[in-house]
Each structure stands twice: as C-alpha cells, then as structure tokens.
C-alpha cells in the first residue's frame, strides 16, 4: 500500500505527464498554423509523395540567395542564431521532433525573421523536401554520434552520399560536436575520400573569435561546457564521390557517454 507521501509523489506525477501531453498536443496545434514550418505525413510519403516546396524554396524566401539546412536543429537555436548573423542566406531547421523545433519557429516568428523556415521529417526523408543541388551548405550541430550504429552518423558514407545529392557542387559541411569520437571519425571520412577539409578545430573556445559564428552556444552546448568538455569544429568541401570509403583506424570511445571503459574501438561496435 502506498504511503500518503507516496500517493502525493504519484498524483503530482500524473498531472505533470498530463500538463505535458496538453503542451505537446498545443505546440503541435501551433506548428500546424505556422506559415514557415512544414511537414509531411508519413501516409504521403508512403504512398510516394513529395512536399510541394520540392524545387521551390527560392520562391517562399522571395530571394535567390543560398540555402542552408541545420540537421538534427532540436529546439532551432542554431538555425534562428545563424540566420540572425546572416540576413543574406536562408536557413531551414530540419527535425524529427515537433515539440522541440517549435522553439525556434515561435521565436523567429516573434521576432518577424523571413530567412528561417522549420521542416518536421527524418533526415532520410530529406529527397522528398528537396531538389538536387537546392541546398549550399548543410550543418550538423552536436549530433548523436551513434558509436554503435555507424550508418545512422550524420557524417557516415552513406548519408553523406544522401547529402551530396541535394547539396550544390562544392557544397560545405559543417560539424560542430562536444564528441571526440565523431569528430575524429568525421575527419577520418573526409581525409579517406579526398573530401578539402577548411577548417579542423579541436578546442574553438581556445581558437577562436568570440564574434565567429561558432559563438553561437545552444542549451545542451553550454552544459558540456559546464562540464569542461571541449567543443569541436570540422568543415569540408563535399565533392561529387563515386567509391565511398569508410576509415578503417580505431577510434577511442567517448568515455563520459553510455558505454564501458572496456570497450575501445569503434570496429569492435561495426563488426
């Protein structure tokens, strides 16, 4: 039998996932209102499906100027930063998760922004948003690096190909990451592929201009900081690629992420 403490503790719990649900269920409502953020079901893209914009995102920003997507956006800090500092391009924020992205969309709303539009899908969805060589520049910021899963890392061969597709010749990509694992294997793929690498940043708070668009600090950046955790930088030239190859070097785990001290190598976790 729970005691009266406990019953107290369980009651408020259950109203606060209610309070929580309603939320999600009003931020989903506003998302559906919201001329600059768009999503396509999955029903759609079954069935064969393509949004609309496909081709046409010159035509919603009203401008010719270059197109970039932030990957993975979470709650659209990067994306709104970004296009604050640069007026001259457009940014799109591309996540999965409708709770969260509404953040950025309610924000640049607010402050009447015109270069910043959300998309709610899978980055393997992306073809069905997007025409060949539409996008400039792609951003990937703090992403899962995925030690285990390595198809599922934002910079491996077989999303980078999807990237390619979409991204004009000589398109950037830009990582930015507290992992040492993903930023290590994320060069590793660039230097096996002849991919240029323009900038290589181990530590950008030591290297850096606290003006530089890498000042930009979301939520979670700020809390491996707190933590003493440095913050990474990689960008490269994404050229036409026809034989992809992975790295083969072992790479170190993260050692403060979800796994044991024992396991050492990401080829022990792709085999």
Not at 5 to 29: R, T
Not at 42 to 54: R, S
Not at 226 to 246: C, H, M, N
Request: aromatic share 12%; hydrophobic share 35%; with cysteine.
């Amino acid at each position: 039998m729970k005691s009266f403490g406990n019953k107290i503790e369980y009651l408020c719990s259950s109203l606060h996932k209610k309070d929580m649900g309603k939320n999600k269920l009003q931020k989903f409502s506003d998302l559906e209102g919201f001329s600059h953020v768009f999503q396509l079901r999955f029903t759609e893209i079954n069935a064969g499906a393509e949004y609309e914009m496909k081709g046409h995102w010159h035509d919603f920003f009203g401008n010719n100027n270059p197109i970039v997507l932030e990957l993975g956006c979470g709650r659209g800090e990067y994306t709104v930063g970004l296009a604050a500092r640069f007026p001259e391009k457009n940014y799109i924020g591309i996540d999965i998760k409708g709770a969260r992205l509404w953040a950025g969309a309610k924000e640049s709303l607010a402050k009447g922004m015109t270069n910043v539009a959300f998309v709610r899908t899978n980055i393997e969805l992306l073809p069905h948003f997007f025409a060949a060589e539409e996008i400039s520049e792609i951003w990937l910021t703090f992403p899962d690096p995925q030690m285990k899963k390595r198809t599922k890392r934002l910079t491996s061969t077989n999303l980078l190909e999807g990237y390619r597709q979409l991204l004009k010749p000589d398109g950037i990509v830009h990582l930015k990451t507290d992992s040492n694992f993903m930023f290590t294997y994320t060069r590793l793929v660039a230097e096996e592929n002849n991919l240029p690498i323009l900038a290589c940043n181990e530590d950008i708070y030591q290297h850096m201009d606290e003006t530089d668009v890498l000042s930009i600090k979301t939520y979670y950046e700020q809390q491996w900081l707190a933590r003493g955790i440095t913050i990474k930088y990689l960008s490269f030239v994404l050229k036409p690629q026809v034989d992809w190859k992975e790295p083969e070097m072992e790479i170190e785990l993260d050692a403060y992420r979800s796994f044991g001290r024992n396991k050492r190598s990401s080829l022990e976790l792709n085999n």
